[in-house]
């Protein structure tokens, strides 16, 4: 694994179908990218055969395949081995577009184009394959977010006032939703809509970043 690294090759391994927490090799080895299975037709679910331990990326689980001793018929078939090969395909795209980019360069790329998981679980690690993002395919997706009021990263409320963030998003296109965060010490409380409300003495941190994108993001400090 260590030659193939140092030789700029890059390994994807399927993270088993035990549905363990258990490591499994060489999935778990270092400079091997560990893939998971999501649930059948699902974009958000594991899949109940899924290994958890050490997992990187997840992609579908559950495909289409020909049916052995047939030429007219296909059948459902599940396992972390048809999620591992659609991450491969997408790094062997990538690959063509960036034939010098090394195995951190590719796996950097790769985790920051995943659309996020809500709740960021651990069987999910860096999200869902998005191949459009990771391609550059996506015109549409958001490159950056910024908050433009206020002007700066800090605001000062006295409590009971209100102040209503504005962002702005690139590119314009982007038509997805935005979501607002805070480190919940009970200073503020932040609405969907970015209304910031001062609650107590204190400070908190508020963050923004588009649904989907835990990479893009944006903070300013109360």
């Known amino acids: 694994i260590n030659k193939c690294y140092n030789a700029g090759i890059t390994l994807v391994g399927a993270a088993g179908n035990y549905n363990t ?29 899924s290994n958890t331990y050490g997992i990187d990326i997840v992609a579908p ?50 985790y ?25 395919l996506d015109e549409n997706s958001p490159q950056s977010i910024s908050i433009t009021s206020p002007s700066n990263d800090t605001l000062e409320l006295k409590v009971g006032e209100t102040y209503q963030l504005q962002y702005s998003i690139e590119p314009s296109t982007f038509t997805g939703d935005v979501e607002f965060t805070t480190y919940e010490t009970g200073a503020i409380s932040v609405s969907s809509s970015g209304l910031i409300t001062a609650l107590a003495e204190g400070g908190d941190t508020v963050s923004i970043n588009p649904v989907g994108f835990s990479n893009i993001n944006d903070e300013i400090e109360r």
């Open 21 to 49: 927490d258990e490591p499994s090799y060489p999935a778990s080895n270092n400079h091997v990218i560990s893939v998971g299975s999501l649930a059948e037709g699902s974009t958000t679910q594991k899949a109940g055969f």
């Open 61 to 110: 689980g559950y495909v289409q395949t020909a049916d052995r001793g047939t030429s007219s018929s296909y059948k459902s078939t599940s396992g972390t081995s048809f999620s591992a090969p659609l991450v491969t395909g997408a790094i062997a795209l990538y690959k063509q577009q960036h034939p010098n980019a090394t195995p951190d360069q590719i796996e950097e790329a790769l």
């Open 112 to 136: 920051a184009s995943c659309d996020a998981i809500s709740g960021n679980p651990s069987w999910a690690g860096h999200g869902r394959l998005n191949v459009d993002r990771f391609l550059g």
